[in-house]
């Protein structure tokens, strides 16, 4: 392959033979039809019966494919690969008390997990302290329940924060969990220069599709900003934004808009980036992505191809970028929630290892498998472990670790790639032409476009176009797992009464002087000597709570909500 | 104590039923409509009008903080449009007034459009009455925001707000003509954003214009520079519709009449059109006669609607 | 139904989940069955919702949760309605519980509860036969 690899003659040949081939299937057709009325991926794709090196013949292999670990890195970021070292096993993980979480970090450490993922529940991702009104029912629900840098010491409790690298799914709060992370490794005597790890701090997307909102856009990329800010300077081995397309997808997107919006997402956070003062490839090479890995086997793989080629390309012609680093698309993955059914839970294993199967073939830095009871709840230990252990299968047994991008040069697979990246590209020209990703929120644009895509697929499953086996065929009822978790609704009392301790025991006038700083930083224009996050890391030591942090936020930026239109 | 007492003494529970009976314009609700009207007159009813998008719910949202600081009680009505293939609707305005939503202050009804155009629903205007004699001392009305016909606004309240944003020039262009009949005030919201400047001169033009040609009846719409997301410049505008309130009422009493006079005249003339029909479909199923037959009588070229029109009020009226 | 009535139903999410994939599935699949939808967006107080309905003046509730707080939140609001003396509003429920929590949601006066998989025909066909629109109100207190 590769630009006019193909003589004229035999392209000539190509498609005599391929009008053959042709001219057979449709006469075969007329014996048995087709099994379906229209053959579409997950995102409602169309998809030929076959692809053929005709239908990548315009295609120059350097330029566009390439080796791993050069531009445009269609082949995957690193020379090496699954060769040198695997991706990272990092399984979400947070439940009931900073206690009960610290214990799965260590369970799942001691079954050979290589990172630490830590889900939070409501209140912390809304930004409320366990006692808060608002806050009732959801203790510990959907993670661990963090308001202050005690919880924070019992969380990590034991685990070496300089050999273990830990990811934080935390949007608008980021900024004052992270200075909680840091102040609270700096008590344990580690240093901020070694530390390494991701908050997701993805505002965007929370606009978009996860309405974790707290913040206008605004002021809400300025917090962003001055933690990318702040990381670069301070903390050099920490991912400060991990740019997701997980949430994007779970919305009811479709893979091309999960793709695009999440690069359009980047895009807004360089150039805000470049705005504050910082060279691009300053900052640019901390910039991580996060894919959701759907059903749809294929379509998964070339989306995450296309994402490093579209990325690499948009960074080096839009940005000037010259340190390659800056054009990697480093990524998670998570396979897909929304595609688990609850109906014959076990059915999940299956789902999950084709997901993270894809994930491994579409070149992922680090990956979550999910548990087969995560249709219901956070998983239980038993679950958990199964999903862990899919992953070392695939990584340990199967033998596709062996071999680099071993997809690439298939007809289809190339084809599917060239197409995603096109289809984005579209959407990446339309919201430069509505002003940009902020502007196109307040519009409601990718908001709109992921509802209509959510109705679509809900519609073509209750039409039988889409199937799920176990859901519109083959439908079962649900029946119990044995092994569902159960978190204790006592605990809520006990996080409340320990929150309410931590705060009588601080110095009143060292809390007041630390919020009063973090005020005057917040209220001036953004810069580095206004960023949040040195004033953040005094607050939290002073022993201001996370609510306490983000109450000052809502006073001095204003709170956003939903507008919510169809 | 009967629904009309409990209405007056602000009941919210007896207030939403009958505001829903209006909606579905259950016969019933005219006889308590008519125990309520001598119970109105006490409300300052201000429009909210503008395209989607615009605004208009974060605006009225914010002058609902401003009205309340005041001690005042305020009602809300917003209309969103009804689906012309379901005649369903989704009604989201309230989203964006959820502070207010444990305020006894503060009555938010969602409206859909139902197939009426003109900005508001059929029932608009009874339901103002009825916030009004409940006891609301603001009646906050916003509009559907699809078209540029919303006319109807400018009848109903004593002081319209127009809303627009920067880079809506083909926004201007279509107000232009009625420009002086909708807006007693202008706002240019998202006002932080490119082309600001250009939309203020371009209002300011044409309110130039407006009040040479004589529409202004002595008083210059001002224009509000607003960004309501960050409840900035919402004391200016505020005190713009309380500014226009005084002009009607200090003006003589001329001004304030002219403006009751104007809303009691489109009320009765909608209400007596809207009787008159019912009362003639009504008549008409009576005799058995249909509209689907007339429709197809004109259909098949048997007949007009001229002269079909003109029989049916000979026979029923004449 | 009397004449000229149409249903009106709340669409609302407890709580501070903001997975609001299915509420705005749903919320779509009752205005094209020609229902008066009041969404409310996410992150809702059980009093935010009460008042809501009340105000509403709608037929029926859908609540919508994924997060497990509904332990607290559908009790709660069963409670308010109760209290507001406007237990004629219909209560359902969609989204994930766990099985043995079905019947005590249902014990509380949760009409129905609808379960990942239910079809949006089915939702909307059991609303149409279950839930009626209530009478005029009276001039006179009867």
């Given at each position: 392959m590769g630009k006019k690899v193909l003589s004229e003659s035999a392209l000539e040949r190509m498609q005599t033979e391929y009008n053959e081939w042709l001219a057979e299937y449709k006469q075969a057709l007329q014996k048995m039809p087709e099994r379906l009325g229209r053959f579409s991926t997950v995102s409602d794709l169309e998809i030929k019966p076959l692809y053929t090196p005709q239908d990548i013949e315009h295609k120059d292999f350097f330029e566009e494919i390439g080796f791993p670990g050069f531009y445009p890195f269609t082949r995957g970021v690193q020379s090496t690969m699954y060769r040198a070292r695997l991706w990272t096993m990092r399984m979400f993980a947070g439940l009931g008390t900073s206690e009960d979480t610290n214990q799965r970090f260590h369970y799942l450490i001691n079954h050979g997990e290589t990172g630490l993922s830590t889900a939070f529940d409501f209140p912390t991702l809304m930004g409320y302290d366990t006692n808060s009104p608002l806050a009732r029912g959801e203790c510990g629900k959907c993670g661990v329940a963090i308001d202050t840098v005690e919880d924070m010491q019992r969380l990590f409790a034991n685990i070496n924060l300089e050999k273990v690298t830990t990811s934080m799914t935390i949007n608008p709060p980021a900024s004052i969990v992270w200075a909680m992370y840091i102040a609270n490794a700096e008590n344990e005597g580690y240093s901020r220069s070694k530390l390494g790890g991701t908050i997701q701090n993805d505002c965007l997307k929370e606009f978009i599709a996860q309405k974790t909102l707290m913040l206008p856009p605004e002021p809400s990329l300025r917090l962003v900003t001055d933690t990318v800010e702040f990381g670069t300077r301070e903390v050099p081995r920490w991912n400060t934004i991990s740019i997701s397309g997980y949430h994007i997808r779970e919305a009811g997107s479709t893979a091309v808009q999960e793709l695009a919006f999440t690069i359009y997402d980047g895009i807004t956070y360089v150039e805000e980036g470049i705005k504050r003062g910082l060279a691009v490839d300053d900052f640019a090479g901390r910039l991580s992505f996060f894919w959701n890995s759907h059903i749809d086997f294929f379509e998964e793989i070339a989306?995450?191809?296309a994402s490093r080629r579209l990325w690499a390309r948009l960074m080096k012609e839009r940005f000037k970028a010259k340190d390659p680093r800056s054009m990697l698309m480093r990524f998670h993955t998570q396979t897909a929630g929304c595609s688990l059914t609850a109906q014959e839970p076990y059915n999940n294993i299956i789902r999950t290892t084709t997901e993270g199967l894809a994930a491994i073939l579409g070149g992922t830095q680090s990956l979550h498998t999910n548990s087969l009871d995560e249709v219901y709840m956070i998983p239980s230990e038993e679950a958990v472990l199964i999903a862990l252990r899919t992953q070392q299968i695939l990584a340990d047994e199967t033998g596709v670790t062996n071999v680099i991008d071993p997809l690439a040069g298939s007809y289809f697979i190339e084809a599917l790639t060239d197409k995603m990246e096109e289809e984005a590209t579209e959407y990446i020209r339309k919201l430069d032409e509505l002003g940009g990703m902020v502007r196109a929120i307040e519009r409601d644009y990718p908001q709109m476009e992921i509802a209509d895509a959510a109705y679509h697929f809900q519609q073509q499953v209750e039409a039988g176009e889409k199937l799920i086996i176990g859901v519109n065929k083959y439908a079962s009822e649900r029946r119990e797992l044995e092994f569902v978790?159960?978190?204790?609704?006592?605990?809520?009392?006990?996080?409340?009464?320990?929150?309410?301790?931590?705060?009588?025991?601080?110095?009143?006038?060292?809390?007041?002087?630390?919020?009063d700083e973090l005020r005057r930083r917040c209220e001036g224009p953004p810069s580095w000597e206004n960023n949040v996050m040195p004033a953040l890391i005094e607050a939290v030591r002073a022993g201001a709570t996370e609510q306490e942090c983000c109450d000052l936020y809502r006073e001095v930026f204003g709170v956003y909500t939903d507008p919510g239109t169809f | 104590m009967d629904i009309v007492e409990q209405i007056i003494s602000g009941d919210v529970r007896a207030t939403a039923r009958l505001l829903r009976d209006i909606d579905d314009e259950i016969p019933t609700s005219k006889?308590?409509?008519?125990?309520?009207?001598?119970?109105?007159?006490?409300?300052?009813?201000?429009?909210?009008?503008?395209?989607?998008?615009v605004g208009k719910s974060t605006l009225v949202d914010q002058m609902a903080i401003l009205y309340r600081k005041e001690g005042k009680t305020v009602g809300i009505l917003a209309v969103d449009p009804t689906s012309p293939f379901s005649g369903g609707a989704i009604l989201g305005d309230r989203i964006r007034m959820q502070r207010h939503f444990l305020d006894a202050g503060v009555f938010i009804r969602s409206l859909a459009t139902r197939g009426h155009f003109g900005g508001l629903t059929r029932s608009t205007n009874d339901m103002v009455n009825v916030l009004d004699a409940m006891g609301k001392d603001i009646i906050i009305v916003e509009t559907v925001g699809v078209g540029q016909d919303e006319v109807e606004i400018a009848n109903s309240a004593h002081s319209t707000v127009l809303v627009t944003v920067p880079g809506m020039g083909d926004d201007i262009q279509a107000i232009k003509a009625g420009i002086m009949e909708i807006g007693n005030i202008f706002v240019v919201n998202k006002a932080d954003r490119e082309g600001s400047r250009k939309t203020i001169r371009e209002l300011r033009n044409m309110i130039e214009i407006g009040c040479r040609r004589g529409g202004s009846n002595g008083w210059e719409p001002p224009i509000i520079e607003t960004e309501a997301l960050k409840s900035r410049g919402m004391e200016e505008l505020h005190g713009a519709i309380e500014k226009h309130r005084s002009y009607l009422l200090s003006s003589g009493e001329d001004k304030w009449k002219e403006v009751i006079e104007k809303r009691v005249r489109i009320q009765l003339i909608e209400t007596l059109k809207d009787q008159a029909f019912r009362t003639l479909l009504d008549r008409m199923e009576a005799r058995g006669d249909s509209l689907d037959e007339l429709v197809e009588k004109v259909v098949d070229k048997k007949s007009d609607p001229y002269t079909l029109v003109q029989e049916i009020i000979s026979r029923e009226l004449g | 139904?009397?004449?000229?009535?149409?249903?009106?139903?709340?669409?609302?999410?407890?709580?501070?989940?903001?997975?609001?994939?299915?509420?705005?599935?749903?919320?779509?699949?009752?205005?094209?069955?020609?229902?008066?939808?009041?969404?409310?967006?996410?992150?809702?107080?059980?009093?935010?919702?009460?008042?809501?309905?009340?105000?509403?003046?709608?037929?029926?509730?859908?609540?919508?949760?994924?997060?497990?707080?509904?332990?607290?939140?559908?009790?709660?609001?069963?409670?308010?309605?109760?209290?507001?003396?406007?237990?004629?509003?219909?209560?359902?429920?969609?989204?994930?519980?766990?099985?043995?929590?079905?019947?005590?949601?249902?014990?509380?006066?949760?009409?129905?509860?609808?379960?990942?998989?239910?079809?949006?025909?089915?939702?909307?066909?059991?609303?149409?036969?279950?839930?009626?629109?209530?009478?005029?109100?009276?001039?006179?207190?009867r």
């Open positions: 989306k995450m191809r978790l159960k978190i204790d609704d006592t605990i809520e009392k006990m996080q409340v009464d320990r929150t309410n301790q931590f705060k009588e025991k601080r110095n009143k006038d060292r809390y007041r002087r630390a919020m | 006889e308590i409509l008519k125990e309520l009207y001598p119970h109105t007159g006490k409300a300052y009813v201000i429009g909210f009008t503008g395209s989607p998008g | 139904m009397e004449k000229g009535r149409k249903l009106r139903i709340l669409v609302a999410k407890p709580g501070l989940d903001g997975h609001d994939r299915g509420a705005r599935v749903i919320a779509r699949a009752f205005r094209d069955a020609g229902f008066e939808v009041v969404y409310t967006g996410c992150h809702q107080t059980p009093e935010q919702i009460v008042s809501t309905a009340i105000q509403e003046d709608v037929d029926i509730i859908g609540l919508s949760i994924l997060s497990g707080a509904h332990t607290y939140s559908f009790p709660r609001i069963m409670e308010l309605l109760k209290e507001s003396n406007a237990q004629d509003i219909s209560v359902i429920g969609g989204g994930i519980f766990p099985l043995e929590d079905i019947p005590k949601l249902k014990e509380i006066g949760i009409k129905e509860i609808f379960e990942p998989g239910a079809k949006l025909q089915d939702i909307t066909d059991w609303v149409t036969t279950n839930i009626q629109p209530r009478q005029a109100v009276a001039l006179k207190a």
